[in-house]
């Protein structure tokens, strides 16, 4: 839930540490309880911080919370957003939980949009519920791969890790004049 609300804590990280846990238990619903634990926290939290983003949109002086969505979510990804909630409407919702920094830019078109809380809230069921069988899986994958737990939880979380960044890491290398070369050389001074 706190990482709805703080996007900055790896709670990708923490449910695949958990399922790694949980993999090496003995309890036959330990996996089942993670990922119901999981998925309620971070619907919890994306409606909280949806409710929040609904009330301070309406507020005569705006939100501090909706403009630090709004600085956190770039105008042509915004602007991305909102097109294809329009087109595709829940299902960009599921598929924006899955992709790194994808989620805040869609809920900040939500709010724009002037979805209600309701509609809302049954498109985030799905995407959490997709995100933490995601996550979950990384887990999985890593509790099975090595005999000892911690050496489970080590492994999801360097996957999980570079999953999230991956992305970032790629748009910054691709970026124009980022590459080999670029800098101030051959340019008039």
């Known amino acids: 839930m706190l990482g709805a609300l703080v996007p900055v804590v790896p709670t990708g990280a923490v449910v695949s540490s958990a399922a790694v846990v949980a993999f090496h238990q003995t309890h036959p619903l330990s996996m089942l309880f993670v990922f119901l634990v999981a998925s309620f926290a971070a619907f919890l939290g994306d409606v909280a911080l949806y409710w929040l983003g609904r009330r301070g949109f309406g507020s005569r002086n705006g939100s501090r919370w909706l403009a630090a969505l709004r600085r956190h979510a770039p105008p042509d990804r915004l602007e991305q957003a909102q097109l294809r909630l329009r087109e595709n409407g829940v299902t960009v919702l599921v598929l924006s939980r899955l992709v790194p920094a994808g989620r ?8 724009l949009g002037d979805w209600p809380l309701r509609r809302f809230a049954r498109g985030d069921v799905p995407a959490c519920l997709a995100w933490s ?9 890593g509790g099975s791969l090595f005999p000892e737990p911690w050496e489970g939880v080590l492994a999801a979380v360097v996957l999980t890790v570079l999953l ?9 290398l691709r970026r124009p004049g980022s590459g080999p070369g670029a800098g101030s050389e051959g340019q008039p001074t």
Not at 164 to 172: E, F, G, M, Q, V
């Open 133 to 141: 069988a995601t996550y979950m899986l990384i887990g999985i994958l």
């Open 164 to 172: 999230s960044t991956a992305p970032t890491i790629w748009r910054r």
């Open 104 to 111: 805040i830019p869609v809920m900040l078109a939500c709010l």
